[in-house]
Structure formats: structure tokens, C-alpha cells
């Protein structure tokens, strides 16, 4: 990672290649920058995760030149609802009512997929693994940020950018140093396991809510199952798979199945957390924040990924390489912000009924949204179409 002194073109620095790193990373380099995106990790291989891709994420696929593509590799919803344990329904739709409402259809897909798809989307060599990143110096309007790079060999190169575009997760390094009076992580209340299992006869893709339990199912185009389960520090969380297995046992079908089919090896297991807000602005100097460093959410409105696709076509679409620098991060900030502060207090909201585990309280929730149904349904609708009709910026 050199730079010749002579060198003019506009550089951009990406640390994280997630998701919002990737998508960043791609956005820029379609936009004219000279891009370098930095993962510590070895591979960009994740292991037992599915991901939900929203219509509003699927038109930013599209505004990087993947979606076709994305399409291609993905289950499509179909019939999706909320279930209690017995199977029963609580609200049951399909998916073309919500694409008439949102523009799009949502697309399910293992999360490898769409790392895959993104990265090979970078320019030739943009991509550089095992190489750490810090940025030591956020830089002004007048003076390029710094970073201290580190690769696998051990060689430590500074490197100077126009543009550093921080994806490097919840517990952003970058954040941390630079944003000293942003909100930090919180817990959300609850341990989340994540897989990707063998597929059995019958799975519709729903989410099932027991006391303090959701659990999620959902197709993917390959024949597997993409699955899910969250338990509340509240009724206590299992050690263990076995032990999850043993609470489970008496959900419906194909639930007790999908788990036992689990490779333990490649189960995710992880505390939920959160940003309870994004910072005051998600930039400073010459550095952006994006993804779940800027704006870490509970995963029960799907927008994680969703947002931080948002983030990286946004970025490529508002700071060109001809810009000021500094000023056009902060016009992408004040655009992007208030959005994502909505999109993060909306998922809370939604998160906080699957944490009750009071009989009473639950059982008034079932009954509730089994009492009206096709109202909860289009009101859902109603509710989200801010989230999921968004657009790309055009141009």
C-alpha cells in the first residue's frame, strides 16, 4: 500500500469490508475515487448467516451494479407472517401485497453471497486482507486524514487519503478515538444464534414469537434455511446449543427439525447490542462513519445491512472526487443522519414486545394481533413504506 507523492488522483481509504464497507467501497470507485478497502480478517467468508435484503436495499444493489446479479442468487419471498410456538398464525400475508406498496420484493440469500457480489464489484487490487487500520489523523478541509496500515507480513505504511470511510462494526476503534462523546453500544436484552441449516419439507418463511423467545425461518434459493433464534436475558439464556435444542422442543414443525440439524461449528452466537443513537454528526474532518459503526440497530426490522447499503450509495452518489471534501461529507451526513436515527429508534420500538415474558402480557399481544389481522398487516405496510420505499439518489 504505497502512494507516489505525484500521484493527484482522489484516494479513499475503506477500514471494514462488511457490507457498508464493500458497498462504500464500490460506490466510491464507481464514482471516479482511487479506492483501498483494509479487513484484518483472512477471508471475507462469514459463516451462518443469512440476510434479508429489503426493496429499499435491493434499489442500492441495483445503484452499485449488482442487483441483477443479487436476484439471480436469491430466494424471493413468498407467503411470511407472524406464528406463535403452536404454529398458529397471528398474521399471515404474501409478498406481492408488500411489493405493490414498497416498489420491490424482498430477496433472502446467504450473507457470503452478497459479500462475494461486492467485493468482486471493487476495482482489481482494491481489496487488501489481513491488513489492520488506524486513522491517526481525521484530517481538515485543507489537510488530507491519515492512516497507519499494518499488513500480514508486518509492514506499517501511512498512508494519506482524501476520504476515510470508517465500516469497521460496533465497536469501531475509529468511533471510539475520534467521536469521544458518541452514545456507546448498549445491550439489547437479549443472545441471538444464527445458522444456516440443511432444508426439510414445509418451511414458510415467518418469524415465531414465544415468551421472550423469536425465532425466524427463512428459505433461501439454494434449497437451506436460513435461521434464527433471539432469547431474553429474562428467561434466561441457554449455554449452549444442546441446551437451546431442549427449549425448543415442543415449537412447531419444522422448528425442533431445522435445529437439530445444526452444525454447532457454524452456528453464530452473539449478545445483542446497539447504538441507542447515532453520533451528533457521522463525520469528522475527512472521516465517515457507516454501517454499525455509525448506527448499530436491533435486528427486528431487518435494516442493518439495509442501511449500511443506504450509507455507501449515498456517500458515492453526494462526495465526488472533484468536491470539497469536508463540506460534501458533512451535506452527506446531515442527509443521511436523521434517516438512520429514525430507522434505529423504529427498530427498538419493534423489538421491545418480543423481549415480554409476563403470560398475561403476551398473551394480550397475541390476541391482539390476531384480533385484527389484515389491519396489522396493512398498517405494518403503512408504517414502513418510509423505510423500504426509499430511493437512491440519481446521477
Do not use: K
Amino acid at each position: 500500500m504505497t502512494r507516489s507523492p505525484a500521484e493527484h488522483t482522489r484516494t479513499a481509504v475503506v477500514i471494514g469490508a462488511g457490507v457498508g464497507g464493500l458497498a462504500s467501497g464500490v460506490a466510491l470507485a464507481r464514482h471516479g475515487w482511487d479506492v483501498t478497502v483494509v479487513e484484518r480478517a483472512t477471508s471475507l467468508d462469514p459463516v451462518g448467516a443469512g440476510i434479508v435484503v429489503a426493496p429499499n436495499a435491493v434499489r442500492s444493489l441495483d445503484a452499485l451494479g449488482v442487483g441483477d446479479a443479487t436476484r439471480d442468487l436469491a430466494a424471493l419471498q413468498g407467503e411470511f407472517g407472524l406464528r406463535r410456538p403452536d404454529g398458529s398464525w397471528l398474521v399471515r400475508g404474501r409478498a406481492e401485497g408488500a411489493t405493490s406498496v414498497f416498489g420491490d420484493r424482498t430477496l433472502m440469500l446467504h450473507r457470503a453471497q452478497l459479500v462475494d457480489l461486492l467485493a468482486d464489484a471493487l476495482p482489481a487490487g482494491a481489496l487488501h486482507l489481513r491488513t489492520t487500520a488506524t486513522v491517526t489523523d481525521p484530517g481538515t478541509a485543507s489537510r488530507r486524514a491519515r492512516v497507519t496500515t499494518t499488513d500480514a507480513a508486518g509492514t506499517t505504511t501511512q498512508v494519506d487519503a482524501d476520504l476515510v470511510v470508517a465500516a469497521d462494526g460496533i465497536a469501531s476503534a475509529t468511533r471510539t478515538r475520534w467521536w469521544p462523546s458518541a452514545p456507546a453500544p448498549v445491550s439489547g436484552g437479549s443472545t441471538a444464534w444464527r445458522f444456516v441449516t440443511p432444508g426439510v419439507p414445509g418451511v414458510v418463511g415467518s418469524e415465531i414469537w414465544g415468551r421472550g423467545i423469536v425465532a425466524g425461518v427463512m428459505p433461501l434459493a439454494d434449497g437451506r434455511v436460513y435461521m434464527y433464534v433471539s432469547v431474553a436475558d429474562g428467561v434466561g439464556v441457554p449455554r449452549d446449543l444442546d441446551e437451546l435444542r431442549a427449549r425448543l422442543a415442543d415449537w412447531h414443525d419444522p422448528i425442533p427439525a431445522l435445529l437439530a440439524s445444526v452444525d454447532d461449528a457454524t452456528a453464530l452466537r452473539h449478545e445483542l447490542r446497539h447504538l441507542p443513537a447515532p453520533p451528533a454528526s457521522l463525520v469528522t474532518g475527512r472521516v465517515a462513519l457507516v454501517g454499525d459503526a455509525a448506527h448499530a440497530m436491533l435486528p427486528n426490522l431487518g435494516q442493518g445491512g439495509c442501511q449500511a447499503l443506504e450509507d455507501g450509495v449515498v456517500l458515492g452518489a453526494r462526495v465526488r472526487p472533484e468536491d470539497d471534501v469536508a463540506a460534501a461529507l458533512q451535506r452527506w451526513s446531515a442527509e443521511r443522519r436523521p434517516r438512520v436515527a429514525t430507522v434505529m429508534r423504529l427498530s427498538a420500538r419493534i423489538s421491545a414486545p418480543t423481549l415480554w415474558t409476563s403470560p398475561v402480557a403476551t398473551t394480550l399481544r397475541d390476541a391482539g394481533m390476531r384480533a385484527v389481522g389484515r389491519w396489522t398487516e396493512a398498517l405494518g405496510a403503512r408504517a414502513l413504506r418510509p423505510v423500504m420505499a426509499w430511493e437512491p439518489p440519481q446521477g
